[in-house]
């Protein structure tokens, strides 16, 4: 457990100097053009956080088929776990973060369009963290939800996707 713990400190220390080294040379190699680099960022992240958002109920829509123990069952433990952590998780916070630093420096944070966004982010983020206690009850074999049930919420961040990129593009108000 211990060794797990450190490949994980260290990768997660590799990835902030990355970042860090990638934040310096941009910077320094054109400024003014900081903006444009962290929106195209903050897209790759959305781009991320929304593919794992629409798998993980797919997912449990074939883990209720699953009987509990079973091995179909735990690789789908493994599965749900490894996209929450790995890529759903990293691409919400870097999401939220240059999403932040993109409103402040556009000088949207006063728009109507930006606030109706925000509030839709706040819900999708609700959603991503109902999504994580369901991770959660899966891993301990204590669901009690339906496949029909996971369809139906697997339809909502793909509803809320549609309204925020409408927002952004169209800027109706």
């Known amino acids: 457990m211990q060794a797990r713990s450190g490949n994980r400190i260290v990768r997660a220390t ?9 934040l310096a040379v941009l910077v320094w190699w054109q400024p003014s053009g900081l903006y444009l680099w962290f929106k195209a960022l903050h897209v790759i992240a959305v781009i991320a956080w929304m593919a794992g958002m629409l798998y993980l ?3 449990f829509v074939y883990h209720c088929e699953a009987e509990a123990g079973a091995q179909q069952s735990e690789t789908f ?17 870097t999401t939220w973060a240059l999403g932040l630093w993109l409103a402040w420096d556009g000088g949207w944070l006063m728009s109507g369009w930006f606030h109706a966004k ?11 963290g109902m999504l994580s206690s369901y991770v959660r009850a899966f891993a301990e074999d204590r669901n009690t939800r339906s496949q029909r049930f996971y369809r139906i919420l ?4 793909t509803f809320l996707m549609v309204f925020i990129v409408i927002l952004v593009i169209v800027k109706p108000f």
């Not at 749900?80 to 916070?93: G, K, Q, S, Y």
């Not at 925000?118 to 991503?128: C, E, M, N, R």
């Open 14 to 22: 590799v990835g902030l100097v990355a970042a860090g080294v990638l």
């Open 57 to 59: 109920p797919r997912l």
């Open 77 to 93: 433990k493994v599965m749900e776990r490894r996209l929450l952590r790995a890529i759903i998780n990293p691409a919400m916070i």
């Open 118 to 128: 925000l509030a839709a982010v706040i819900v999708l983020s609700g959603v991503h």
């Open 154 to 157: 697997n339809e909502v961040p």
